[in-house]
């Protein structure tokens, strides 16, 4: 069994920066993508960053310049540094990791969520 744990969401105000992490833990033979996705009110979840396993980065058009996302392989951790935060980054985060696991196929595993809220 896999698990993602998120951490570093909260409240600031607009202009202000977070940094969350996951860290994947469990029976891991090695990890693929990672990545941060958010999901607001009544919107689909929708990807915000994502990075390779040898660091290759993908960001939605809304965070680039702002965002930046990396991961220390060692540990089995992605982060997500976020700066000129805005109300409209207001959503529960989730991290996403492509995992292979011992005698079994690989396949995706999410965290549980973390709230950033921003105010304006």
């Known amino acids: 069994q896999v698990q993602l744990v998120e951490s570093g969401g909260g409240l600031v105000q607009a202009g202000g920066s977070l940094r969350l992490s996951c860290a994947a833990s469990?029976?891991?033979?090695?990890?693929?993508?990672m990545g941060w996705y958010r999901q607001a009110p009544e919107k689909q979840r929708e990807l915000v960053a994502s990075?390779?396993?040898?660091?290759?980065?993908n960001y939605a058009d809304s965070v680039k310049g702002r965002f930046i996302i990396s991961r220390a392989n060692a540990k089995n951790t992605v982060y997500l540094q976020m700066n000129s935060l805005k109300p409209e980054d207001t959503a529960v985060y989730y991290c996403?990791?492509?995992?292979?696991?011992?005698?079994?196929?690989?396949?995706?595993?999410w965290g549980q969520g973390t709230q950033v809220t921003v105010s304006s």
């Open positions: 469990g029976s891991i033979v090695s990890i693929g993508a």
């Open positions: 996403n990791a492509e995992v292979w696991s011992p005698g079994i196929p690989h396949r995706g595993y």
């Open positions: 990075i390779t396993s040898i660091g290759r980065t």
